[in-house]
């Protein structure tokens, strides 16, 4: 990916283009000869919800029209995955992804590569304003697979008046969070909980537990493509969420969603979170909480003293399809209409942008997030194989809350299923 920035760098300074500042809240587009309709798909959370009005903006262009459809992120995904694997024409012109995506969705080559786009538009949308490792996130063997649009992490969320009063310190390891739940108690009447992790359904135990096992020295698949997960860090890891849901959620922690997370926090039933940066702009609104003045922002956790801190690194992408029946090069200035300079900078006071020029107008959240990616365990693998493991780690993993199997029992089983899968695939030997 730097040779791909350096050379489009390269094509700005040779060629004495001049960076074009694009207006927000408009669409700078000629209108198409004949009537064009633009499908997106993709999922809700409040940064997206203000990109895709963004793309919307584009439906004042004549013979025009942009469609856009935000769902849950397991069913869109499922939605798309379904849509492009048969191979046959793409409902949808522009879909959303995250970096699981990239491999997901780019290795069996159902996306777009976007190298010639993204080099004919440098200089008019300041694409060298994303940073190389946004880019390089979208990036498989050289070959860039989405625009990234959001920035996102884990992170620490919670209540300063609340560890005033009771005198606690902010956390910097997962010992010490447990030790604070001890503190508050789990049968503190006033909270419905000390602190929460999501362990609510299959996805998020993934999530969960690779940023666990990453953050513990361990990783998912060896250099042959054979499970690692399994092993001893892998199981520290798995015990490691028992105890911080142990100990600080109970019981009914285990069901306590992402949206419970974010309600409480708002309300005030809830004293610490480690939560996704891209809720985090909604507690500071005062719009939505009373306690936006009390919330405060801490980096994420590490798993053991000196080590990294176990949150992941994400970016969100806009991405095209490789069997869109539209212009590919009309669907990329829609998606740049959409993620410009202008419109980041508006985005800003939602979520987590990508764009440089943006980061001066993010929320207060925004260097606990910044430092989280800086100092933790990085993103997933782009090897299309780590699909499986993700989807057989969410199969199985949940069977550990429920007392149904055992950590070694339950990656055991995941790394059968994977193998199996695997080898079917391809990807094993």
């Known amino acids: 990916m730097r040779k791909i920035v350096l050379v489009l760098i390269m094509l700005g300074l040779l060629t004495g283009v ?9 669409c700078n587009i000629d209108p198409p000869a004949e009537a064009v309709e633009i499908n997106m798909i993709g999922w809700s959370f409040p940064i997206t919800d203000f990109y895709a009005a963004e793309l919307e903006e584009c439906n004042s262009v004549e013979n025009l029209t942009v469609n856009t459809q935000l769902l849950a992120s397991t069913d869109a995904q499922e939605q798309v995955r ?18 699981g995506q990239v491999a997901d969705w780019g290795g069996p080559g159902w996306l777009m590569p976007l190298n010639d786009l993204v080099e004919k538009y440098w200089d008019e949308y300041n694409l060298g304003d994303i940073p190389e ?8 063997d050289g070959n ?9 992490t884990l992170h620490l969320i919670y209540r300063q008046d609340v560890f005033d009063e009771l005198g606690l310190q902010v956390p910097d390891t997962y010992a010490d969070v447990i ?25 998020s135990w993934e999530i969960e ?3 666990m096992i990453r953050a513990l020295g361990g990783d998912y698949l060896d250099a042959n493509n054979m499970p690692a997960f399994n092993g001893p860090e892998g199981v520290n890891a798995v015990n490691t969420l028992l105890d911080i849901a142990n100990n600080c959620m109970g019981v009914d922690g285990y ?18 979170t480690n939560m996704w940066a891209s809720r985090a702009a909604n507690m500071s609104d005062p719009e939505r909480t009373e306690l936006s003045d009390v919330i405060a922002y801490a980096p994420a956790p590490r798993a053991v003293e000196g080590g990294p801190r176990a949150g992941s690194a994400w970016n969100d992408f806009y991405m095209i399809p490789a069997n869109t029946t539209n212009d590919p090069d009309l669907i990329f200035r829609i998606i740049m209409e959409a993620a410009d300079e202008e419109s980041q900078r508006d985005a800003a006071a939602v979520g987590m942008t990508t764009r440089l020029s943006a980061a001066e107008f993010g929320g207060p959240y925004l260097p606990a997030a910044n430092q989280t990616i800086i100092e933790g365990i990085g993103i997933y693998d782009k ?15 949940p069977l550990v809350g429920t007392g149904e199997m055992t950590p070694q029992e339950a990656l055991d089983a995941a790394a059968e299923a994977y193998i199996e899968e695997a080898t079917a695939q391809g990807f094993i030997e």
Do not use: K
Not at 133 to 140: D, K, N, R, S, V
Not at 181 to 198: E, K, Q
């Open 82 to 99: 379904l849509a492009l694997s048969t191979g046959g024409d793409s409902p949808f012109d522009i879909v959303h992804g995250a970096n």
């Open 209 to 211: 537990f690779f940023q």
């Open 133 to 140: 490792a946004a880019w390089e996130g979208a990036t498989i």
């Open 383 to 397: 090897n299309p194989a780590i699909g499986i493991v993700r989807t057989q780690l969410g199969n199985f993993l």
């Open 18 to 26: 001049p960076v074009l500042a694009q207006e927000g809240g408009t």
């Open 255 to 272: 069901s306590f969603s992402l949206n419970d997370q974010e309600v409480a926090m708002q309300i005030g039933t809830l004293p610490a």
């Open 179 to 203: 030790e604070l739940c001890n503190t508050i108690g789990l049968d503190n009447s006033a909270f419905d909980m000390p602190f929460t992790i999501n362990l609510s359904a299959t996805w």
């Open 144 to 152: 860039i697979y989405g625009v990234p649009i959001v920035g996102n």
